[in-house]
């Protein structure tokens, strides 16, 4: 499986979690596209890559915004979303937490039989909110 990191994720973020993890692959945006590359480019990109991609996402915007979920449900691409608040933890706080929460987002991307969205909350709960193919 391959976890893509956009870029409101830190590519550190990414390459830890690579060497905590080493079962699946970690490629963070900056590998892949120039920093800045809309998500409208990105996704369809990533969801055609073999290997059962998943994003990997902070920017919450792709849930709310019509023509990026359009392009999100288009691609059936899994999304794994870091809840408001992940984006001002300090590093060392991120660090611990990112790698503590990784084996449940591992475990529920696995056990998920469609492509869903998955939310990550500093408070390290994960939880479904609901399938891709019925985003709105």
Known sequence: MIFF??????????????????KHEMRPLVDHFERGTPDTQWIPVVASWDGDPVAV?????????????????????????????????????????????????????????FPIILEVTTGLKVQSLGRISALR
């Not at 990191?5 to 080493?22: C, K, P, Q």
């Open 57 to 113: 996402c902070a920017d919450g915007r792709i849930l709310k915004n019509e023509v990026e979920k359009r392009v999100l449900k288009e691609c059936g691409l899994m999304f794994v979303y870091l809840a408001p608040g992940w984006t001002h933890t300090k590093w060392h706080v991120y660090a611990w937490k990112i790698v503590k929460v990784w084996p449940e987002v591992v475990r529920n991307v696995e056990q998920a039989q």
């Open 5 to 22: 990191f956009d870029e409101n994720i830190s590519e550190y973020a990414a390459r830890m979690l690579g060497a905590f993890d080493r």
